[in-house]
């Protein structure tokens, strides 16, 4: 019985065992199925392998790095900028990049499908802010942001400027300086005052901003939206077709009276004849004659609004006037800037086509600077429809960029990348310890200075670099001038060498600097 029962447990172990032996079936579909798994995967890691190499480093459509030579340039223009309205009593602001969604695609209308919209990831709907105010035809305003800062801070009056990053979704044009993701810098007075004394200085504003920047002559034109609404009533438009015909009007920079006729007529459905009569107006420009001209014009001196405008304008001459820049200004009724929330006096600045002074002409980039009234943004903002009255300017940076660069370009102008004021070099060797406690004395005393990383450097190849980069002076220290407690101090340009005691030597350094 015992050997039987061994037996019985013996046959049920040998039947346990084949039982879990697979079948030759079985591990043929095993293997069959491992090769597939196998064969998937390298083909993905060869397709993953082809996409990377057919990879291609590129920065983003409609945006661009901006090397040392053109952050030089860069930051003069924004400094010229910044100055000028610190000078006139601006304080200095900034928002953040992204604002709610609802904030910004209410205020923009048409324009809201051009704003970047970011992934949910904080229970709110956000979007990059499209700029610092809102859009313009030409250039890019700041009046959004600061208009809701305005309104949840129930501020009632400020003057500020505001220079930062905004981003928009449409078809870049980079030889016009318009970009994806560009700088705007602006400039706003807020708050309840006389009509168009703050109005005038803003023009004096882009006045001194332009003629700093030597981009050559320029032109500010002027307009007022009560005025273009008057017009349009009086030529017999349709109250809701204001905002399509301003819009059309707003192109005769970039087309002939002919083309835009034909959009207002064809596309918009204008009656002809009062398509006409419009014609008859914007192709008025001139100074404060024009006014005037305006003012005994049959149609529109019955018109209240058009009335409010051309007295605001005369008023706004008579300031221009007085700060000494009438003269670069012109009233032109074309002038459109197809905006809702303009209220009154709004102007736009351009560059005079100079002759061409090189192989190639000047860069056409259209506006460098435009702003206007905008009375009621801040009430769209406020609980209680609280206006806070608004005016401001937009500086055009990155076309003004693009026109100083092309002019350096065709004049094989150089830049500076550094402000080093003193090299420290040595002649000798294992005299790294005494450079490094030169360099931190002349650092200590604000002194913008270099040396070179290595501990035996050649003094051939230091001069060499100080000339390169356009380093006015070196201070040079070896064995004999420890030794005579002096440090020599060379002129880069002249080549000129002088001892100088070691006490002595910061002195002489700043005074030298102050020379160039």
């Known amino acids: 019985m015992p050997q039987l ?26 293997v069959h199925s491992h090769s597939q798994v196998t064969k998937a995967v390298l083909t993905s890691q060869l397709k993953l392998h082809q996409e990377k190499s057919n990879f291609i480093i590129k920065t983003p459509k409609g945006t661009r790095d901006l090397s040392p030579q053109q952050m030089v340039v860069r930051e003069k223009i924004l400094d010229t900028v910044v100055s000028c309205f610190k000078r006139h009593g601006a304080k200095g602001f900034d928002t953040p990049a992204f604002e709610l969604k609802e904030v910004l695609t209410e205020k923009y209308g048409e324009n809201s499908g051009l704003i970047y919209d970011l992934k949910d990831q904080g229970g709110e709907l956000l979007s990059l802010r499209y700029d610092l105010t809102c ?4 250039t890019y305003l700041c009046e959004v942001p600061f208009a809701r800062y305005l309104a949840m801070n129930k501020l009632k009056k400020m003057k500020r400027y505001h220079v930062g990053k905004v981003w928009r979704r449409e078809s870049p044009t980079i030889v016009q300086g318009r970009y994806r993701e560009f700088c705007q810098c602006d400039f706003d007075i ?31 034109k002027v307009n007022d939206r009560r005025i ?5 009533a009086v030529c017999g438009v349709p109250e809701s ?3 399509a015909i301003c819009s059309s009007i707003d192109k005769l920079d970039k087309m002939s009276w002919k083309d835009v006729r034909h959009e207002m007529v064809a596309m918009k459905g204008l009656a002809p004849e009062v398509a006409d009569q419009i014609g008859d107006y914007v192709q008025c420009h001139g100074g404060v004659s024009l006014v005037e001209q ?24 008579e300031y221009l006037t007085l700060f000494g820049i009438a003269e670069k200004i012109s009233f032109d009724l074309s002038l459109a800037r197809g905006l809702d929330y303009y209220t009154g006096v709004i102007y736009e600045a351009v560059l005079l086509q100079n002759p061409p002074q090189a192989e190639e002409g000047p860069l056409n980039v259209g506006s460098v600077a435009a702003g206007g009234r905008y009375d009621g943004l801040v009430g769209m903002f406020d609980p209680k429809g609280h206006k806070v009255p608004c005016v401001g300017l937009s500086i ?4 003004i960029f693009s026109i100083v660069e092309h002019r350096m370009k065709m004049f094989g102008e150089k830049v500076r990348t550094t402000e080093t004021q003193v090299f420290v070099a040595t002649p000798q060797k294992n005299f790294l310890q005494e450079r490094l406690k030169l360099i931190a004395e002349l650092w200590d005393a604000g002194i913008k200075a270099e040396l070179m990383y290595k501990n035996n ?12 980069m356009g380093i006015p002076l070196v201070v040079i220290i070896g064995e004999q001038e420890l030794k005579e407690g002096v440090i020599k101090l060379r002129s880069v340009a002249s080549r000129e060498e002088v001892a100088i005691k070691r006490e002595n030597l910061v002195a002489e350094i700043q005074k030298q600097l102050s020379e160039f």
């Not at 029962?5 to 579909?29: I, K, N």
């Not at 273009?228 to 349009?232: E, R, S």
């Not at 450097?457 to 390169?468: G, S």
Request: aromatic share 8%; proline share 6%; charged share 20%.
């Open 228 to 232: 273009l609404d008057g017009m349009f």
């Open 5 to 30: 029962g061994l037996l019985h447990l013996r046959a049920w172990a040998a039947l346990l065992g084949q039982l879990r032996r697979p079948s030759r079936a079985v591990c043929v579909r095993t």
């Open 135 to 138: 859009p313009s035809s030409l």
């Open 241 to 243: 077709k204001f905002h």
């Open 190 to 220: 807020a708050g309840h005052f006389d009509p168009m004394i703050p109005d005038a200085e803003c023009l004096k504003i882009v006045c001194e901003i332009l003629s700093a920047l030597q981009l050559g002559d320029f032109l500010i």
């Open 396 to 399: 055009g940076i990155e076309r």
């Open 294 to 317: 305006m003012f005994q014009d049959p149609r529109l001196s019955e018109n209240k609004q058009a009335l409010e405008g051309l007295g605001d304008l005369k008023l706004l001459f």
């Open 457 to 468: 450097p050649k003094l051939l190849a230091q001069l060499h670099y100080c000339e390169n």
